[in-house]
């Protein structure tokens, strides 16, 4: 699985959009970028997923660079409920339910 | 449409004592993994499962067992318990069989905390 990088904390003005970044330059070509979010004492929640394009739900917006080497996790309007740890994954579809979920970004939304 | 159900949610037991988490998956799900989450090593995976057989394990020690029963309803044992097996283990579940095509999501359970004294 290719490694990711993540900034181990970042906070945001509730109210406004969450930019959190994932570098993953070792990416595969049939590998995912997935987003998984842990709030304290929880089992962690999925947010979503992309392969290529971006893609967007109503949790969040994933955007993809062209080159696949990283992406970006965008919560368009950051709550207090958004506090939380949030991982990013990379994960080929062959290889199982076996997850690395690092150490992921400690996002605090401020009031 | 009912989530992973676990039990315990928490329970505390001594050292040398042997322990049994259980895991329902969401209805449909076949496939079912566990994770174990430490403040030291964050989250870890133990095994998983498909068709009640175990297809993937990590780097854990022997007392970590598990085993899936027909209905996909999961267990996970451990044995001869340390202080160091205090955590909180995660179960998920996910429809897709494992190493299938496409993007492979899993849906957690809210875990069972178990202390060891």
């Known amino acids: 699985d290719a490694k990711t990088t993540q900034p181990p904390s970042m906070d945001c003005a509730e109210g406004r959009a969450a930019n959190l970044p994932c570098n993953h330059s070792?990416?595969?070509?049939?590998?995912?970028v997935y987003w998984y979010r842990q709030i304290h004492s929880q089992g962690p929640q999925y947010i979503i997923h992309?392969?290529?394009n971006n893609e967007t739900n109503e949790m969040a917006s994933l955007i993809i660079t062209e080159d696949r080497k990283s992406s970006t996790l965008i919560l368009p309007h950051a709550t207090l409920r958004d506090t939380a740890v949030y991982y990013c994954?990379?994960?080929?579809?062959?290889?199982?339910?076996?997850?690395?979920f690092g150490t992921g970004t400690s996002l605090t939304v401020i009031p | 449409k009912a989530g992973v159900t676990q039990t315990p949610r928490y329970l505390i037991k001594t050292r040398g004592q042997q322990v049994t988490l259980s895991c329902s998956p969401i209805?449909?799900?076949?496939?079912v993994s566990w994770y174990q989450q430490t403040p030291g090593q964050g989250l870890q995976f133990l095994f998983e499962?498909?068709?009640?057989?175990?297809?993937n394990k990590g780097n854990f020690p022997g007392r970590f067992s598990g085993r899936q029963f027909s209905n996909s309803r999961s267990e996970m044992n451990v044995s001869t318990l340390e202080l160091g097996d205090s955590a909180l283990y995660l179960c998920?579940?996910?429809?897709?069989?494992?190493?299938?095509?496409?993007?492979?999501?899993?849906?957690f359970g809210a875990g069972s905390r178990l202390t060891v004294l």
């Open positions: 499962y498909f068709s009640e057989t175990q297809r």
């Open positions: 998920a579940s996910s429809l897709r069989q494992p190493k299938g095509a496409g993007a492979n999501v899993l849906t």
């Open positions: 994954i990379v994960r080929a579809s062959s290889t199982g339910n076996q997850f690395y």
């Open positions: 209805s449909g799900h076949r496939s």
């Open positions: 070792t990416i595969s070509g049939n590998e995912y």
């Open positions: 992309g392969l290529k």
